[in-house]
């Protein structure tokens, strides 16, 4: 009778462990039962976004040589990363009237989505989106401010 319940037991715990989607979070707490391979996943087994920054100078969508050697770290890892897309979006400070910024946003993305093309990431994972000014994450009043706001966010999710 002992050896029957074990079993049962057995195989009822079998069950609770099956992870359809290989994400190492087991189903019956899985909210997300279908994350692609390679992506990293929060407790609960949805896609963990990783998010990266670039920072622009004043008016310009140029990479110096410090964004160059961040955008190539950012391209290893969106290589490893192959389970996920990759969302680039534009930012700027408010110095400039609402048409320039968003131009210089839109700059600002392709510039990056170029290297990161040139880096040897498919350009088929890559959406892009440019806002301008109307998103900053710090104040436009302050320099230290401004400088934060003049951004592409690079989004693996």
């Not at 099956?18 to 609960?44: E, K, R, S, W, Y």
């Not at 670039?54 to 955008?71: G, R």
């Amino acid at each position: 009778m002992n050896t029957i319940i074990f079993a049962l037991l057995l195989s009822f715990s079998s069950l609770l462990a099956v992870d359809m989607d290989n994400d190492l979070v087991q189903d019956d707490i899985d909210i997300c039962l279908d994350t692609p391979a390679g992506v990293f996943v929060d407790m609960q087994g949805c896609t963990k976004e990783i998010k990266r920054i670039v920072n622009f100078d004043h008016n310009l969508y140029m990479l110096d040589m410090t964004n160059m050697q961040q955008l190539q770290e950012y391209a290893q890892l969106a290589s490893e990363a192959f389970g996920y897309t990759i969302v680039l979006k534009g930012h700027t400070d408010s110095t400039a009237d609402y048409q320039t910024n968003l131009i210089l946003s839109k700059k600002r993305v392709y510039t990056v989505l170029k290297h990161l093309e040139a880096m040897g990431i498919d350009s088929e994972r890559i959406s892009v989106k440019w806002y301008g000014e109307t998103m900053p994450i710090a104040t436009n009043v302050t320099p230290e401010g401004r400088a934060i706001n003049r951004r592409v966010e690079i989004i693996l999710k």
